[in-house]
């Protein structure tokens, strides 16, 4: 049961464009999943040329799937069937294996996610970007094909194109490494695109960049299948929309009409739940998009409020002065083997307040984590937790203190030991408990983070990404800290769950009163939860104050660049759709 | 649920959740057969193990002769009833000679095989800690000791501390030590980085306690699964040398002594050679097949 997609009504594409894809009755089954359970199903896609379409859904939705299945990359023991399956125009199920490596490359071009294991190690970016090139045997002369590797490069915003040829992937940051994957997905040329979520991994100025070369490329005339969880760069890029959970379509249409008047709960939940200022106190898991009456009526988002939280208190639980931390490489001499993480950085946090920590990758939050947590000394500066000293003290010293200060990570899994099922690792934290009392104040605590005393056994790879980061809040929890550091706790989950974790961080915040060092690079998520912020670039503090003071009435250049690149909320978009908005 | 009518066991196992309800008898019982099938290879090394096991244990009970007594006069007799492997050519029962030399081969094996392991995690251990001097020095010395052919190794060993058992067993457990120590050296610098150690750092807890409770039991994780598969190697390897007469001497009921015994003879009793070569061979293929087995399911573990 699919929503119809409406025929394109633009004015941009010209009348006579034939569609690039045309799909109907779409279904996708794995083998190992049983005959009852199919990835995808009864799915509808068409993509024009000069159009970019978005898949929008949480992992596991089938969007990546589809998307794969347009070149038949899905892979062994997969059984693609369609009422209609047309690429090119072309009927595409009695397509052989030389038919479909000629798409591949030629007419449809595809950027994965991650870029640093998607490009060869042991290739140079210009003979990557090449390969298509090379192979489809486009161009015949060595200088020919130099010429349109470097054009390529240059087209997708690479600095010095011609010195990045020559260089390898690890030699590249990930923002470059990601515009190498796209130049050599649209190096031969392709007049389809396909992008599975090209910019989660990148922060907000590579991305507007990276998005930029996209827009560019669908502006010359190619079509854009866009892959993404994160409905702002959608609303940003794309002409149409599918929402899609458990291999459903559930919403599509143009992006505007569906962003403002979805028809699918999962749709208004998925818009309801992003993050923003204006989510300030409130829930956002419970969150819900409502419309006003009649065609054009605009929606709004209807919030439950957050329990009233209690006074920020006037006793400072850590203060950080002047910590500087240089890395050296060996090998280079003077300043070129000096890496200043860190320079001159100083803030207090107080009892029961939320810090938010912003900077894009390289700007020195993991370091200051590190220093925070008493796992790297700094080459300057001093640390005091609770008036005590913090750093330049020896761990015995230290050990005493640490469970005032914990720590929830980023990948919850990898903090937990492989052997270790959840009740061994909330117990590890309450190892100075009575073996007798311990059972009880690890099931009080799973119920606290809204698990129940079935999880005690389970070992965590059984658990979904948003359990894992539960039993990780409850660990930090069984400590009873006075702060807590949570390292991006929540970018690698899916909105709806990123959603409830952060309520529930949230209210355990306000009701236990525990202070939080919270380090995203979600600007809305800072605003969202903040009381103050940090900006740090370069390793120096660029800017700190108030949250609302700092977001929307910044001082300083980089922090307007910083708020500048994120995409516009949401919210500003969800009026009628109008074709004035495709300028 | 036997009365069930074919209609309705053809519901129950179209049953849409996808567990299949009870069925006939005869089902079950083929599928239990698919599943022992499947398993044929493993079942049967394992019932192998366990027999070597019992004659480890009780080689007295299988056999009533003794097997270093012979009777000079019933030398090289072929398998018959009362000697079901034949005699040798002094006579002496080979059934009983093979059952009591898995005593030998299987000790020298297990004992190299400790050897190897013992001093693999040690140095592994050592060689996956901070120190850049320490681990070098131990990686170079794994490089020496792997740079020697095993049998040069074996010799030079035996040259400087005489044959016999246990120096056989130190000859084939030293050569065995990089092959441990590189795989724990490997594992340890990965779990000093671990999340989960920096994670029990955050607890508080000291580094006795993250050695002990998280660095160590995941860096042996792997050992078990390596050892079983290397003690069949092991046991091969010692009874190359007891067969070239570095290790047990005659009349010692050694698989790889009663072999180099039965060479002279080979041309007119093929026996006293077989059943120790088969017993050999069965014993490190069984360890071969558990250890390849456990190393599967444990690798799809992760």
Avoid at chain 2, 253 to 274: C, F, N, T, Y
Wanted: contains cysteine; positive net charge.
């Amino acid at each position: 049961m699919s929503c119809p997609i409406p025929i394109r009504s633009s004015s941009r594409s010209t009348p006579a464009t034939a569609p690039l894809v045309a799909i109907e009755g779409l279904t996708i089954r794995f083998r190992a999943d049983g005959p009852h359970r199919p990835a995808v199903q009864d799915m509808d896609l068409v993509i024009h040329p000069g159009e970019c379409v978005a898949l929008v859904g949480e992992s596991g939705s089938g969007k990546s799937v589809t998307a794969r299945s347009l070149l038949n990359l899905v892979g062994p023991g997969a059984a693609v069937t369609a009422r209609r399956f047309e690429i090119d125009g072309a009927d595409a199920r009695n397509f052989g294996p030389a038919d479909w490596q000629r798409l591949r490359g030629t007419f449809a071009g595809l950027v994965m996610q991650d870029a640093l294991v998607s490009l060869d190690p042991l290739r140079t970016i210009g003979r990557e970007v090449g390969e298509v090139v090379r192979h489809h045997r486009l161009l015949r002369t060595p200088a020919e094909i130099r010429d349109r590797v470097i054009r390529t490069l240059d087209r997708v915003g690479m600095p010095d194109p011609d010195v990045r040829a020559s260089q390898y992937a690890h030699q590249l940051s990930g923002g470059l490494r990601q515009r190498a994957l796209i130049a050599a997905a649209i190096a031969g040329g392709p007049r389809l695109i396909i992008a599975d979520e090209p910019t989660t991994a990148l922060d907000a100025s590579v991305q507007k960049q990276v998005l930029e070369v996209l827009r560019q490329r669908v502006g010359e005339g190619a079509g854009l299948l866009l892959i993404s969880h994160d409905l702002a760069v959608v609303a940003d890029l794309a002409d149409r929309v599918l929402v899609m959970r458990d291999g459903r379509v559930l919403d599509a249409g143009p992006t505007g009409g569906v962003l403002a008047r979805p028809r699918h709960a999962y749709t208004r939940q998925l818009i309801a739940a992003v993050p923003s200022a204006d989510s300030r106190g409130s829930r956002l898991s419970s969150s819900r998009l409502e419309t006003a009456g009649g065609p054009t009526g605009n929606s709004v988002i209807v919030r439950d409020p957050l329990p009233p939280r209690p006074p920020i208190g006037i006793d400072t639980v850590l203060e950080a002065r002047g910590l500087t931390k240089v890395y050296r490489y060996p090998g280079r001499a003077g300043d070129a083997g000096r890496l200043a993480a860190l320079a001159d950085v100083s803030f207090s946090i107080r009892s029961g307040e939320v810090l938010g920590l912003v900077g894009e990758s390289g700007s020195g939050k993991s370091t200051c984590a590190k220093i925070l947590l008493g796992l790297v000394e700094p080459d300057a500066g001093w640390v005091t937790l609770l008036g005590q000293p913090w750093s330049g003290i020896s761990e015995k010293t230290r050990r005493p203190l640490r469970r005032s200060l914990q720590y929830i990570p980023q990948d919850p899994l990898s903090s937990f030991d492989p052997r270790y099922r959840v009740a061994d690792i909330i117990g590890e934290n309450l190892l100075s408990l009575p073996r007798s009392r311990r059972q009880d104040r690890i099931v009080a605590l799973l119920d606290r983070v809204g698990l129940d005393a079935g999880y005690l056994k389970r070992p965590p790879l059984s658990l979904s990404g948003g359990q894992r980061q539960r039993v990780a809040v409850a660990r930090a929890l069984a400590a009873r800290p006075a702060l807590i550091v949570c390292d991006e706790p929540v970018s690698a989950l899916d909105i709806s769950i990123q959603a409830q974790v952060i309520d529930l961080i949230a209210e355990l915040q306000s009701e236990l009163e525990t202070a939080l060092l919270f380090i995203s690079h979600d600007i809305g998520l800072v605003h969202h939860l903040a009381d103050r912020v940090l900006v740090l670039n370069g390793g120096r503090v660029v800017e700190q104050g108030p949250v609302e003071k700092v977001f929307l009435t910044p001082t300083q250049d980089y922090t307007r660049t910083l708020l500048a690149a994120r995409p516009g909320p949401l919210t500003d978009r969800l009026g009628p759709p109008s074709p004035a908005r495709r300028e | 649920m036997s009365e069930a009518t074919p209609s309705e066991a053809a519901t129950l196992l179209s049953d849409p959740s996808g567990r299949t309800g009870p069925a006939a008898p005869g089902a079950a019982i083929r599928r239990v057969i698919a599943v022992l099938w499947q398993w044929k290879g493993f079942l049967a090394a394992g019932a192998f193990l366990l027999l070597l096991a019992m004659v480890l244990a009780t080689p007295h009970l299988l056999t009533a002769y003794d097997p270093l007594e012979g009777d000079a006069l019933a030398g090289l007799r072929a398998p018959n009833a009362t000697h079901p492997f034949g005699t040798d050519r002094l006579g002496r029962d080979v059934l009983a000679r093979t059952l009591y030399g898995a005593r030998y081969s299987l000790s020298i094996g297990f004992g190299a095989t400790a050897i190897s392991v013992g001093f693999g995690v040690l140095l592994g251990i050592a060689g996956g800690q901070k120190s850049r001097l320490l681990d070098e020095t131990i990686c170079r010395l794994f490089d020496v000791i792997s740079s020697f052919p095993g049998v040069l190794m074996a010799l030079l060993v035996v040259t400087f501390l005489g044959q016999g058992m246990l120096n056989v067993a130190i000859a084939v457990g030293v050569a065995g030590i990089p092959k441990f120590g590189r795989v724990v050296r490997a594992q340890t610098q990965l779990a000093r980085n671990a999340d989960y150690v920096t994670q029990a750092y955050i607890y508080g807890r000291s580094r006795a306690a993250v050695f002990f409770h998280h660095l160590l039991p995941n860096v042996l994780l792997a050992i078990p699964v390596i050892a079983t598969v290397y003690v069949g190697t092991t046991i091969l390897a010692v009874s190359s040398l007891s067969f070239l007469g570095l290790g047990p001497q005659p009349p010692t009921p050694e698989w790889g002594v009663m072999l180099a015994e039965s060479r002279d003879v080979l041309r007119i009793a093929w026996w006293p050679g077989v059943f120790p070569g088969a017993a050999l061979t069965l014993t490190v293929i069984a360890f071969t097949v558990i250890g390849n087995a456990l190393q599967r399911r444990f690798e799809r573990r992760g």
